[in-house]
């Protein structure tokens, strides 16, 4: 079955914790995209990849940390240097050249 | 860089009525447009594309767009609303080449009235 697993659906932190929120696919897309939900601010970009071992800023990187190890998985960490972390948390596939991007279901990260 | 501007943050719409939500982009030549839809507390699903071409492009449930150069805008259609279309509508842009980014506009709650 094809698609984009995002794990843990829902997910507490303490302050001052580090967090990883995964993000793993098997549609064979070279890129793939975090993005951050909040309420009336849309979609923000964290971090970007488009090949294995390679990763952009997005425009809201500050507190965020990514890595490309295998084309399958790009894992975000929300550091403690990340003052409001309590966000939605959209991870995304893209194969690149014309095509529209894939999401995953989300987890939803709470600090408490 | 490119943005995407959603000027409506929530509209209402009678059931069986049309609708129309709007979006506006900017980016130095014609980027790849999208308007995606998503349910509370979900991922967000495709309902149409445009990269090049005939400027109406159709999509799923009922849904089309109009691309504008000359406006700069991608809006979204629907003749007759149903109640399940209720859910949150986002726009947005890639651009052709490069590192490819796709910016996300803020977004359109969509209210659907009997």
């Known amino acids: 079955d094809g698609g984009i697993t995002q794990s843990p659906k829902y997910l507490f932190r303490k302050e001052g914790q580090n967090v990883t929120l995964s993000c793993e696919q098997n549609l064979n897309h070279d890129a793939m995209y975090w993005y951050r939900q909040d309420p009336g601010q849309g979609l923000r970009l964290i971090y970007y990849s488009q090949i294995v071992n390679d990763f952009q800023k997005g425009d809201i990187a500050e507190g965020y940390s990514v890595s490309r190890e295998k084309k399958e998985s790009f894992p975000l960490t929300v550091t403690s240097a990340q003052k409001n972390p309590t966000a939605f948390y959209l991870c995304?596939?893209?194969?690149?050249?014309?095509?529209?991007?894939?999401f995953g279901q989300g987890t939803r990260l709470t600090v408490v | 860089a490119q943005s995407v501007t959603q000027p409506d943050i929530h509209i209402t719409v009678s059931e069986g009525a049309s609708l129309e939500l709007r979006c506006n982009y900017s980016y130095g030549a014609t980027p790849y447009l999208f308007w995606y839809v998503q349910s509370p507390g979900q991922g967000l699903q495709l309902l149409l594309k445009?990269?090049?071409?005939?400027?109406l492009v159709q999509g799923i449930k009922g849904f089309e767009a109009e691309f504008k150069r000359s406006q700069s805008s991608f809006n979204l259609r629907k003749p007759s609303v149903h109640w399940s279309d209720a859910a949150e509508y986002f726009c947005?842009?890639?651009?052709?080449?490069?590192?490819?980014?796709?910016?996300f506009g803020t977004g359109t709650k969509l209210q659907v009235i009997p």
């Open positions: 947005a842009v890639a651009t052709p080449g490069g590192y490819q980014k796709v910016t």
């Open positions: 445009y990269f090049s071409g005939d400027t």
């Open positions: 995304a596939t893209r194969q690149l050249m014309n095509t529209e991007a894939f």
